[in-house]
């Protein structure tokens, strides 16, 4: 236990650069906006932040039911604007927002350091609390038949994908499994994931027996 919480700060800073790295990926004229009040309106959020810029679109996005996810996007016409609004402290709806550089097209998680039993049902399970989860994964290892300690969970394609990658991300010390922390990363290069998953490994489709 002390070992593992030892290797956090290194982790931490790991999640960090591979931040830095999707922050040059990011839209130049699109942001994420998280922490909106569930009353928040996509119109609400196109008046407050059209004295940045003129704005191509914005969205709030919600469950099938209607309820706020509590975040959204909004993408300007110019780079400029986007630039702006990033500097700024924002409150909409009486609370504060969080604002940050929209990353597109990522829509897959690398979770790590999975207990020897846990199962792909229970990281769909984990992960459904960020977005709707499309597919989620346990890598095991043909030979022995073992967990190999981590695996990959989907969301969505699109901007509602990328939203609960963003979510998730942003609660990278609390997430724990059978009481375990996890590291949970974005998964955003097809060459690092390709590597990962590459060889004689096979998913983890159900749960442990």
């Given at each position: 236990?002390?070992?593992?919480?030892?290797?956090?700060?290194?982790?931490?800073?790991?999640?960090?650069?591979?931040?830095?790295?999707?922050?040059?990926?990011?839209?130049?004229?699109?942001?994420?906006?998280?922490?909106?009040?569930?009353?928040?309106?996509?119109?609400?959020?196109?008046?407050?932040?059209?004295?940045?810029?003129?704005?191509?679109?914005?969205?709030?996005?919600?469950?099938?039911?209607?309820?706020?996810?509590?975040?959204?996007?909004?993408?300007?016409?110019?780079?400029?604007?986007?630039?702006?609004?990033?500097?700024?402290?924002?409150?909409?709806?009486?609370?504060?927002?969080?604002?940050?550089?929209?990353?597109?097209?990522?829509?897959?998680?690398?979770?790590?350091?999975?207990?020897?039993?846990?199962?792909?049902?229970?990281?769909?399970?984990?992960?459904?609390?960020?977005?709707?989860?499309?597919?989620?994964?346990?890598?095991?290892?043909?030979?022995?038949?073992?967990?190999?300690?981590?695996?990959?969970?989907?969301?969505?394609?699109?901007?509602?994908?990328?939203a609960a990658v963003t979510?998730?991300?942003?609660?990278?010390?609390?997430?724990?499994?059978?009481?375990?922390?996890?590291?949970?990363?974005?998964?955003?290069?097809?060459?690092?994931?390709?590597?990962?998953?590459?060889?004689?490994?096979?998913?983890?489709?159900?749960?442990?027996?």
């Amino acid at each position: 236990m002390a070992d593992a919480a030892a290797g956090q700060p290194e982790r931490r800073r790991a999640a960090v650069a591979d931040s830095a790295t999707l922050e040059n990926q990011c839209h130049p004229r699109k942001i994420f906006i998280g922490g909106l009040a569930h009353k928040t309106t996509t119109q609400q959020l196109r008046d407050y932040f059209a004295r940045y810029g003129a704005i191509v679109d914005a969205v709030v996005l919600r469950w099938p039911d209607g309820r706020s996810r509590g975040f959204g996007y909004v993408t300007f016409a110019e780079a400029s604007a986007a630039s702006g609004a990033l500097r700024g402290v924002h409150q909409v709806g009486g609370r504060q927002i969080d604002v940050k550089r929209a990353v597109p097209g990522t829509n897959k998680l690398f979770v790590g350091g999975l207990p020897q039993n846990a199962a792909a049902t229970e990281l769909r399970e984990h992960f459904e609390a960020f977005g709707v989860v499309s597919d989620a994964v346990v890598m095991i290892d043909p030979v022995t038949g073992r967990s190999r300690g981590f695996g990959f969970v989907c969301f969505l394609p699109g901007q509602e994908g990328a939203a609960a990658v963003t979510a998730s991300l942003e609660q990278y010390d609390n997430h724990r499994l059978r009481g375990k922390w996890i590291e949970v990363k974005s998964a955003a290069s097809p060459h690092k994931l390709a590597a990962k998953e590459a060889g004689s490994r096979t998913p983890q489709d159900a749960a442990a027996p």
